[in-house]
């Protein structure tokens, strides 16, 4: 792709560091603001630009949530970018994380580097940076940037690149970067989806449709605000409930929350035939507690195999900590798949789901139904910064994301949206 047209904030972010006023003035800059407003690909641009234009024989961090975040946002848009390479070479070693970009003359080195992968961590300390770019800052724990950012400091014209979608006020990045970026020498633009020249209004609208609540307030308005009240707020009987199955492919699921002491779930997900749509079509639910009595791992595998019945399942999603019951499927001759239990990246790609109707409950999911109601952000948290559920009422909540980030996977939902109607 070429970037043929840039809107006026991407152009300040390609300007900034070579114009001699704005460079000698910022020693960094803050892209935040809406998803898909073109901030990463302006910035990626710019960033390899600046150090082609500034350096040679340097080393650069590009750092993503994790690497492989950082190959698909960073590393393969770059090599695919027409404006770079119409002067430089850009070479990707996977086996090492670099990135070589060759031209003019010169040549620079582009580590590769995720925030939350630990042998990243290891692997900051000891370089030195002539500059780094931070792709989704606020997914980042803030002991990697700031090891990054040091790896910065015995270089005096290195410049510093982040960019970011919201998160909640009381954010680390919010309050020591975005809210005050003088303290910093930094830059900030606020990027709306205006601002990304090749979306049509109707692909904005459609984007605006897939969020509802707190999730559109930060990526479609792009504001830092607190996570409050019910977390699927977006679920609505009109929309996710259907009193009968509609014709079902073949394929199905199942997902299971473990708890002794707290409620066992498991949750059976079958496919819409025709369409990419998924209806949890019934729900297992033992609470030991208020039954008073607990299950064992075999007597919920027995329970599991009575409830399944007749349906054959491709695999049982399991929450990763229930190693026992985890073995004790797997003897039985289940295929079983660990749940990706990353809490708020799968809550924002459920709750998508669920406001673009892919995910159907049918009305028989008694306590599934009634833990949407209940499943609310923890007040206190919210108020230091931290979006995180209240612990109670989630047990189908979390089987239910155990099944969407698992299976469902976790490619952005398109801007277009599928036609609706069953
Ligand atoms: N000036 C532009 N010219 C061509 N494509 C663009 C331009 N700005 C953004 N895009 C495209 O729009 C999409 C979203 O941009 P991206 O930079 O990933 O947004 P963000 O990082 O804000 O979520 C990408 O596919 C990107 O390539
Ligand atoms: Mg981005």
Known sequence: MTLSELSPKQK?????????????????????????????????TAFILWAMRNFNGQNFGICGKTVASAERNIVRPAQEQADLQAYFSLAYRRADHVLMVRGLGRENRFYI??????????????????????????????????????????????????????????????????CQPEAHKALHLHFRMEDNPILTPEQIADAESMYTGVFRDRYILGLWVAAEGRIYDMFSTANNVVDA??????????????????????????????????????????????????????????????????????AIVVDPSAASFIAELRQRGYAVQKADNDVLDGIRDTAQRIQTGELLFHRDCTHTLEEFRAYVWDEKASQQGLDKPVKASDHCMDAMRYFCVTILGRQIVSVKRRPRGL
């Open 113 to 178: 580097f995720g925030g939350k992968d630990e042998s990243s961590y290891a692997l900051i300390q000891g370089i030195t940076l002539a500059g780094v770019l931070f792709d989704e800052v606020a997914l980042m724990p803030r002991s990697f940037v700031d090891q990054a950012i040091a790896r910065t400091l015995s270089e005096p014209q290195a410049k510093l690149w982040f960019n970011c979608n919201p998160e909640g006020p009381g954010h680390w990045f919010y309050k020591e970067w975005v």
């Open 12 to 44: 300040t972010v390609l300007k900034w560091a070579f114009t001699p006023s704005m460079r000698d003035k910022y020693k960094a800059i803050i892209c935040d603001g809406a998803v898909r407003s073109g901030k990463t690909v302006c910035m990626l």
């Open 245 to 314: 199955l509609p014709d079902l492919a073949g394929e199905s699921y199942v997902s299971c929350d473990y708890g002794t002491q707290n409620p066992t779930v498991f949750l059976l997900w079958r496919r819409v035939r025709g369409c990419e749509r998924w209806v949890c079509v019934r729900e297992y639910y033992y609470s030991g507690r208020d039954k008073r009595r607990q299950k064992t791992d075999s007597e919920f595998a027995d329970d599991l195999k009575r409830w399944l019945g007749e349906d054959k399942p491709r």
